[in-house]
């Protein structure tokens, strides 16, 4: 067994990405970091791993991405993938929080954004399983984390996109059931409201805990379902919401 621990993130140059990233670095994972911005740039260097500007859209940019670690570190043991939103959001559903009476745009969408969401929120872990996968295998195993959203159980009218993540679910599910027989797992994060977000009083009511989660709380969930402590944890979603949601699926 390798005595170091190599993680590819993506993602991670603000909010949720990034506190995953820090709190991977911390458990001793080597961080492998990648977003549209330099900030995963200069992260890295602060983590001491390796940064690159990139969009998870691009498979030449993932394949490069992958090939970097591979050739500083020579192995892979985690792939997060944090996926934000996926084209250009209306105006419209830009809202904070959860309001009961929102009454926004559905079929108002158009197709443009559907299809940039199915690929920002599913299609670049499926193009990043296909290059990683064959080094987990040749390795022995791994672990895939995928950051979705506690809507994807509970969609709700101001984050319609979020019914896309459930794809992203069923497919974890369907690779976990694949890939189990070579020690390669993958599971799903759902966080809720964040540190990020100027909850509205209504939506701070909603959560059992009273208030949003910190990224480095995020983080840790994040870190427990690469390690092995959750050996045994396969296609599953962890909610990570302070109990907002009430129902599990």
Known sequence: ??????????????????????????????VSLMSPSNRSIELAGELGGIGRRGSVLDVDDLQALVEETMSRYGRIDAVVSNMGHGGAVPEAIKTVGFDPDFDGPLLELPDTLWHESLDMYVLNVVKLARIVTPIMIAQGGGAFVNLSSMNALEPRAPYPMSMLRAALHSFSKLYGDRYARH????????????????LSDAARASIPAQRPASFEEIGQACV?????????????SLLADGGMNRAAR
């Open 224 to 236: 427990f379902l690469a390690s092995e402590g959750a050996r045994y944890i396969n296609g599953q």
């Open 1 to 30: 067994m390798s005595e170091i621990k190599v993680a590819i993130m993506t993602g991670t140059g603000q909010g949720i990405g990034r506190g995953c990233a820090i709190e991977m670095a911390k458990a001793g994972y080597k």
């Open 183 to 198: 020690n390669i797992r993958m599971n799903n994060l759902l966080p809720g409201f964040c540190e990020n977000v100027n």
